[in-house]
């Protein structure tokens, strides 16, 4: 499966779990530590966990390995490592603060769908 294809499913999952305002940035161009970040938040630390969770699940059911995460106890901003693919949940006022869509301004957006998001 390709990167895309696999951000795009992960995407997916996120929406499941009703994750607020999905961003698919691609950055394959402008570092080498992964070819996507998808951001993505939730309005409380709990549902940030639940999507966590979630997307957990569902990629391991889909074939794909998780190499890392961080901050997922916490709940305010937790990071999984999917190798060609970084998924960043926020807490959204955290979101807010590190404005991570705004240090990677030059990196082109993926259109997400907007009835589906």
């Known amino acids: 499966m390709k990167s895309i294809e696999k951000a795009r499913l ?10 607020i305002k999905p961003v698919l940035v691609e950055v394959g161009k ?13 309005s409380s630390s709990t549902q940030v966990q ?19 995460i961080e901050g997922e106890r916490e709940g305010h901003w937790t990071l999984m490592d ?9 807490y959204q006022p955290y979101r807010e603060f ?8 030059d990196a082109p957006r993926i259109e997400i769908e ?3 998001a």
């Open 30 to 42: 402008l570092t080498s530590i992964a070819d996507y970040f998808l951001i993505a938040s939730g």
């Open 82 to 90: 999917y190798g060609d693919l970084i998924v960043h949940i926020f």
């Open 114 to 116: 907007e009835n589906n």
């Open 10 to 19: 992960c995407l997916q999952f996120i929406k499941e779990r009703k994750a």
């Open 98 to 105: 590190y404005d991570l869509e705004g240090l990677w301004l």
């Open 50 to 68: 639940a999507i966590s969770k979630h997307i957990q699940q569902k990629m391991k059911e889909a074939g794909f390995r998780l190499y890392g």
